[in-house]
């Protein structure tokens, strides 16, 4: 017999249906509320709302488990590599050798831009914002690509689409890159796999020779990355989308989405909070205290996390990442050192430890993405190449779910009752 709760109110019942997920999770079915009752419920942030059924995720906070499509994200991290790990979120299932090859295939062959979309790029000034551009190439791309511009085309398209964007996006990020660093752009090479590609894009030229272990690093950071359950970026993706807007616009909102400081862009808050503490003379422990100074408005980013109440399992994956990558380059930086001091306090710290403030992923990535060599303000667009296959899951999911309908929140209204019209001689 299937579950129910009753709403009282004003001697009146209400019963709301209960939906049970595979792992046991319920909710409360509210959809038919305001037609029996006139209610709403309000919940500022959608904090407690959930706005669909979906497949490709499972992320339980308290427990501190991650998992795409059913598989740890632990063993993904260790055993597969970020082509693999995209295909699984897209198609909900690991592919064969042929299936990855393939996959992979098409993602080296879309790792080119039209002319015009190149003209685009170079237009911004190299200040401008790297997470602005991508946005805005991305969307541009919509104009080239007609075929792709309604939601109803075959999933031989979507197989397409997906791996075009795949190469697409990460051409466009080392294109603004290179041109920003007053370097000559240098292009896509078939023989590398995703990450080692990328690396090639950004950092190529005469002699360069990609160094295959801190390639392998980057693919667990973008695995880490690839998705992360109804955060605001995807739901913005998915918000868009349900209006039928095409998967350009849809994946570009998302990008604008992840740009904020309190989503993609904590890693690069990360390390201007570690420019700030170096400019202040380095003494990482005088920050500390400032952070749990509630007086104090100093806020210690990269620690804690708004989902996860125990620990973040994408940081301790991250963490040993960060260690093989910092002992492979012997990078000496004040700021990196800065980092390790305060994640070495933190942790014996009974202030953070009780409260469970630990280093998060952005903490790591940050550390990860300076050590690299790549600048502050790219840092959430390496966020953004490793969420890419996570939002077109998330898109591709709810396109394929029957009697899919227009996002459209509630509110309560809260400003002036009705008034009268006063003409301007009067006012």
Wanted: proline share 4%; with cysteine.
């Amino acid at each position: 017999m299937s579950e129910t709760a009753k709403l009282e109110l004003n001697g009146q019942t209400y019963e709301l249906p209960v939906i049970t997920g595979t792992e046991n999770e319920k909710a409360l079915d509210i959809s038919q509320l305001r037609a029996s009752s006139g209610l709403i419920t309000m919940d500022i942030g959608f904090v407690n709302t959930g706005s669909c059924h979906s497949g490709v995720t499972f992320l339980n906070g308290e427990k501190g488990i991650l998992r795409y499509r059913g598989y740890p994200i632990e063993q993904l991290a260790e055993k597969s590599n970020f082509a693999e790990v995209s295909y699984l979120l897209y198609n909900g299932e690991l592919p064969n050798k042929n299936q990855l090859e393939e996959f992979r295939n098409n993602i080296k062959k879309s790792a080119e831009l039209p002319q015009q979309i190149e003209n685009i790029i170079d237009q911004f000034p190299i200040t401008a914002h790297p997470m602005g551009v991508i946005s805005a190439a991305c969307a541009s791309l919509a104009g080239f690509y007609p075929e792709y511009l309604a939601q109803e085309y075959l999933a031989e398209q979507k197989q397409k689409v997906f791996a075009q964007l795949m190469g697409q996006l990460k051409v466009i990020a080392s294109r603004f890159y290179r041109r920003a660093q007053d370097l000559q752009v240098v292009k896509s090479d078939p023989a590398l796999n995703f990450s080692e590609d990328f690396l090639n894009l950004m950092f190529g030229g005469k002699d360069y020779v990609v160094d295959k272990e801190i390639a392998e690093a980057l693919d667990v950071l973008l695995i880490l990355h690839a998705d992360h359950e109804q955060n605001c970026s995807t739901s913005t993706v998915r918000v868009i989308g349900s209006s039928k807007a095409n998967v350009f616009a849809s994946v570009a909102g998302g990008i604008d989405a992840l740009w904020g400081q309190l989503h993609g862009g904590a890693n690069q808050a990360v390390l201007e909070m570690l420019e700030q503490i170096q400019k202040d003379g380095g003494d990482y422990k005088k920050f500390l205290d400032k952070a749990k100074d509630k007086n104090d408005p100093f806020r210690l980013m990269g620690f804690g996390h708004r989902v996860y109440k125990n620990f973040d399992p994408r940081a301790k994956i991250i963490k040993k990442a960060c260690d093989n990558v910092l002992s492979k380059l012997g990078v000496k930086d004040q700021l990196l050192d800065i980092a390790k001091g305060l994640e070495e306090e933190a942790l014996k710290d009974p202030y953070f430890v009780e409260r469970k403030l630990y280093p998060n992923v952005d903490f790591y990535s940050g550390i990860i993405y300076r050590a690299l060599g790549i600048p502050t303000n790219m840092f959430t667009v390496m966020f953004v190449l490793g969420r890419l296959p996570g939002w077109m899951a998330q898109w591709k999911e709810m396109t394929e779910t029957p009697g899919m309908k227009i996002a459209r929140p509630r509110q309560i209204y809260t400003g002036y009752g009705q008034r009268e019209f006063i003409n301007l001689d009067n006012r």
